[in-house]
């Protein structure tokens, strides 16, 4: 049996996983104008970023497709943390783990990393892929975060205060403004927008913004596909999680969807000590 997950269905061809001989085949097809918005590959006009000033960023790729999946960001020697719409993506496609890896210590996606083979992915239970609430999700990997430039970044606290027109910064290996994937991490500087014309914004796109998210604004800045699962960070911290945005990226009016890490401090750490 074929099983060909949503996610991994690009504009002209799919990547089927047989069940029985566990072969990943591309099946060329017509998809037409298909696009996978959060599974999607950008930073828009941001900058070259170095790894040695975001040694916690990490991204997770799909081996057989030489595809990144999304962003990861190293919150423990043994974990990341990302986007739950990510991790529903690896395990709704039945895939074996072994496909993917985080690779991380390298500010090139595929030169000079240093690879994680990937242990267990724990999504949040209370996620739903229809409102993108809760949209969190943990992966442990195997070998240990210690190379020179892997290390953990710090969380938002339960009370981190998200203070709207504030300066964060978003970052991936996601679609640049160019339309490929980066090769080198990016940068981009956004703003926080406060929560209700954020909800005003979405709402007329019939998307509700949940207590469980913060959106921040670039004026043409944003991420892209590739970028779920990145990085918010502010104050040498993680703050958000890269969800959704206005197609194409880089909206000139709707601000970026982030998952709201300060909500899930607590969650994150009962993880981490039960699994
Ligand atoms: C990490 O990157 C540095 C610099 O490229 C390299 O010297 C080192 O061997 C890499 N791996 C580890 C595990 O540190
Ligand atoms: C934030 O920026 C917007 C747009 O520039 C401005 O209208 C608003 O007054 C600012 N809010 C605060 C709290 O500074
Ligand atoms: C915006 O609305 C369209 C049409 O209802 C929907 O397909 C799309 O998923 C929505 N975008 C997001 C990010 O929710």
């Not at 601000?255 to 709201?260: C, E, F, Q, R």
Request: proline fraction near 4%; aromatic fraction near 12%.
């Amino acid at each position: 049996m074929f099983i060909c997950p949503i996610s991994y269905i690009f504009t002209a061809f799919a990547l089927c996983y047989n069940t029985v001989s566990g072969e990943v085949v591309k099946e060329l097809k017509n998809y037409g104008n298909t696009r996978i918005d959060h599974v999607s590959y950008r930073i828009v006009n941001g900058n070259d970023a170095d790894i040695k000033d975001y040694p916690f960023a990490a991204l997770i790729f799909f081996t057989p497709a030489s595809k990144l999946i999304g962003g990861a960001t190293i919150i423990a020697p043994l974990w990341t943390v990302t986007a739950a719409d990510i991790g529903t993506t690896i395990e709704k496609g039945n895939i074996p783990l072994n496909l993917f890896t985080i690779r991380s210590n390298s500010s090139y996606q595929d030169e000079l990393y240093s690879e994680h083979s990937i242990a267990k992915i724990i999504i949040h239970k209370a996620f739903s892929m229809e409102s993108h609430d809760y949209n969190i999700a943990m992966i442990k990997v195997n070998n240990p975060f210690n190379g020179r430039y892997e290390k953990p970044i710090a969380l938002a606290e339960k009370d981190y205060k998200y203070t709207p027109n504030t300066t964060v910064y978003v970052i991936g290996w996601g679609r640049t403004e160019k339309g490929e994937l980066s090769k080198v991490l990016k940068y981009g500087r956004v703003t926080i927008v406060d929560s209700y014309s954020c909800r005003s914004y979405w709402r007329l796109n019939e998307t509700t913004i949940t207590y469980r998210m913060v959106c921040a604004f670039g004026a043409g800045t944003d991420p892209c596909t590739g970028d779920v699962g990145s990085a918010l960070l502010q104050s040498d911290k993680l703050i958000g999680i890269a969800l959704f945005w206005r197609t194409p990226c880089g909206d000139l009016v709707f601000p970026t969807v982030y998952t709201k890490v300060s909500e899930f401090h607590s969650w994150i750490l009962e993880t981490m000590q039960t699994d």
